[in-house]
């Protein structure tokens, strides 16, 4: 199922579940868990079984800058 883009971060509810936090970064939830599995996605949630985020630290994420992502060559 297609997810409508999130347009405004101030319209997050305050705690955010997986699916919100899908919709925001624009990916599936299975690649969120894979990737939080991995100690890789960013933002850490601040609660698990079910996953949780704060609204704020979502877009503190969203406002920062990032290192670009290098991939290993064999």
């Given at each position: 199922?297609?997810?409508?883009?999130?347009?405004?971060?101030?319209t997050l509810p305050a705690v955010c579940t997986i699916e919100e936090i899908a919709g925001v970064y624009r990916m599936g939830v299975s690649t969120i868990r894979?990737?939080?599995?991995?100690e890789v996605f960013r933002p850490l949630p601040f609660?698990?079984?079910p996953y949780r985020w704060r609204r704020d630290d979502v877009i503190r994420d969203l406002s920062s800058r990032r290192p670009l992502k290098t991939t290993k060559v064999k």
């Open positions: 199922m297609k997810r409508a883009p999130v347009v405004d971060l101030n894979r990737d939080l599995q991995a609660g698990r079984y």
